[in-house]
């Protein structure tokens, strides 16, 4: 769909198109924003095809820097830091920079927007009705720090970029700076990051170099201690690392009996890899306190066999290190910290253990009498309820008449006519026919009763 059909062919000059620099906390930095029809768009990176004369692009650009009250062209490009509204429709516009009269809606999905960033104007006071003393300074705006195209995306790392006197750019790097570490301390600590950690290699500043730094011991920080200077052809910006830097590195150790002991990994991109071997003591203390261990025991380097490739850590301690080092063959490194739970009976077995016994004693306190009354009063009626006759597997005892007995009828006791047979009652003469009988029925009843079943005795009497 063409957006810009009813602009025919007159300029954006012509048409006084509305025209922002947005996403920045700047209005002379952003990316290109236009109004057309109604609608805020997003100009496209691939616009007015700037990249094949970068100094012309720049001249045709600062005039749309003129037209926003801003100071020339500085740079044209893709800035990923500029974080403008996403609900913007981009487009794709062709003629000189600065020109909206040929701007089409952009049909690939990749499109990335075009940033423009231009020297800031100088403030504009009104006059004084007096002139000031000359002992007072004119105001200026203090100097800010900004670190930027950090590596993985970590915080506290990246470019130094540096905006003093309406002028921002980068630092230009020197191998002869070692010495200013003091500088990049101070540096480091405005920027509310920790302390100098060291210098990153390989990365690429998005301003050019406006700046170079000035003898750290005689200069007055922030102001008196960066010199302006005209961009260089050629040159390598400052890029710092702080100790506050994050994401921090994750460590495990694994292979081990326990949890604080084992080989050493470390976790970069979303993987787990080895730590190569350090003669740093330190480092491994730092592990093992990671872990949550103890004081650090012992270590040693693994066999030859178990080498691969692992991460190097050329700090001090590993929370210095970000692993931007490329992996390469080396030797693990297996560690045995002190284990604060060691094996054994931990807190918790030992308490319920403990509850256990409490609830197993107060169980007998309450139901011990009561099942223990419950199985003597069981045991003594099974004990009366005895048979003490003759069985089928063993007759101890015989019974026999005696050959003088005479066998008593009911004609001899006419009065037992309630008697099942003639032998529930004992004999009234010396001589029995049965005395065996006679002797047994005697001893039963002369036994105490001491149960409460004397009336089924009686009847077992009876019966014999």
């Known amino acids: 769909m063409l957006v810009t059909s009813c602009l025919g062919g007159s300029r954006?000059?012509?048409?006084?198109?509305?025209?922002?620099?947005?996403g920045s906390?700047?209005?002379?930095?952003?990316?290109?924003?236009?109004?057309?029809?109604n609608t805020w768009h997003t100009v496209d990176n691939r616009s007015w095809d700037w990249h094949n004369s970068l100094q012309e692009s720049l001249q045709q650009a600062s005039k749309l820097c003129r037209k926003l009250d801003c100071g020339e062209a500085l740079i044209l490009g893709h800035f990923p830091r500029f974080k403008p509204p996403k609900n913007h429709p981009p487009v794709t516009c062709r003629g000189h920079v600065g020109s909206f009269a040929k701007c089409n809606a952009s049909s690939s999905a990749q499109t990335k927007p075009l940033g423009?960033?231009?020297?800031?104007?100088?403030?504009?006071?009104?006059?004084?009705?007096?002139?000031?003393?000359t002992t007072t300074p004119a105001p200026t705006d203090p100097p800010r720090f900004l670190l930027v195209n950090a590596p993985r995306g970590l915080r506290c790392a990246?470019?130094?970029?540096?905006?003093?006197?309406?002028?921002?750019?980068s630092v230009h790097f020197d191998e002869a700076w070692d010495s200013a570490q003091g500088l990049e301390n101070r540096i480091c600590d405005s920027l509310q990051c920790g302390t100098f950690v060291k210098h990153l290699e390989r990365l690429n500043g998005s301003l050019p170099i406006r700046w170079r730094m000035a003898n750290p011991t005689s200069c007055t920080f922030p102001d008196g201690c960066f010199l302006r200077v005209q961009p260089p052809?050629?040159?390598?910006?400052?890029a710092l690392l702080c100790s506050e830097f994050q994401p921090k590195v994750q460590s495990r150790l694994v292979g081990g009996s326990g949890p604080c002991a084992g080989s050493v990994e470390v976790r970069q991109d979303g993987q787990w890899a080895a730590l190569c071997s350090s003669k740093s003591i330190e480092l491994w203390k730092e592990v093992c306190r990671e872990q949550r261990c103890g004081h650090f025991i012992s270590g040693h380097e693994l066999d030859a066999s178990e080498s691969l490739q692992g991460h190097p850590c050329s700090q001090k301690n590993l929370s210095q290190c970000h692993l931007l080092e490329e992996k390469r063959k080396c030797k693990r490194m297996f560690i045995t910290c002190q284990d604060p739970n060691p094996a054994g009976l931990g807190a918790g077995s030992v308490m319920s253990i403990i509850l256990a016994l409490v609830l197993l004693a107060m169980l007998l306190t309450v139901c011990g009498p009561l099942a223990y009354k419950k199985l003597v009063k069981k045991f003594r009626q099974k004990k009366q309820r005895q048979w003490i006759g003759p069985t089928e597997m063993s007759q101890n005892m015989s019974f026999h008449r005696h050959h003088t007995a005479t066998v008593r009828t009911s004609a001899v006791n006419p009065t037992a006519t309630h008697v099942e047979n003639e032998y529930s009652q004992p004999p009234t003469s010396a001589n029995t026919a049965y005395p065996a009988l006679e002797g047994a029925l005697r001893r039963i009843s002369t036994q105490p009763d001491n149960s409460s079943d004397?009336?089924?005795?009686?009847?077992?009497?009876q019966r014999l």
């Open 116 to 133: 423009l960033v231009c020297l800031e104007p100088p403030k504009k006071t009104p006059p004084p009705t007096s002139p000031p003393p």
């Open 454 to 461: 004397s009336d089924y005795d009686l009847q077992v009497t």
């Open 12 to 22: 954006w000059e012509d048409q006084e198109l509305q025209v922002v620099l947005n």
């Open 25 to 37: 906390h700047s209005l002379c930095q952003g990316q290109v924003e236009v109004h057309i029809q």
């Open 233 to 238: 052809d050629s040159g390598r910006p400052l």
């Open 158 to 169: 990246g470019v130094l970029e540096v905006y003093m006197g309406g002028v921002i750019g």
